[in-house]
């Protein structure tokens, strides 16, 4: 069981957003037929929220040279990195073409 998290609403908007950006793009593009959405917490007060699927994967290609372009489909990664680094968290993303993409939100509690 997980306990009631302690965020601020500007906090909460930008995790509810990067999880629906996250969907959106399994959605869009993975062709997945399994996606999993995981929050995990930690006794240090950190939490993981985990958004995974069986799909193609992500080319490598998408992640180079592509945070700071304002046009083309690497907008919705560059932007979710942006809400993470809002809340003070980080967002990783992992994937292989053909294994599917993991995209990780960690956290802490921030009152306030």
Do not use: W
């Not at 950006?21 to 593009?29: D, I, S, T, Y």
């Not at 993975?30 to 080319?59: F, N, P």
């Not at 967002?91 to 292989?96: D, P």
């Amino acid at each position: 069981k997980i306990p009631v998290i302690n965020i601020n609403k500007n906090d909460e908007l930008h995790i509810k957003r990067i999880a629906q950006e996250a969907l959106v793009n399994v959605k869009k593009h993975s062709q997945a037929k399994i996606i999993r959405v995981l929050l995990m917490s930690y006794e240090t007060g950190k939490y993981s929220l985990i958004v995974e699927d069986d799909g193609i994967g992500i080319a490598k290609s998408c992640f180079i040279g592509h945070d700071n372009e304002d046009t083309g489909e690497h907008v919705g990664l560059s932007i979710m990195r942006d809400r993470a680094q809002q809340i003070g968290g980080h967002l990783a993303i992992e994937s292989e073409p053909g294994e599917g993409v993991r995209v990780i939100l960690s956290f802490y509690e921030r009152e306030n």
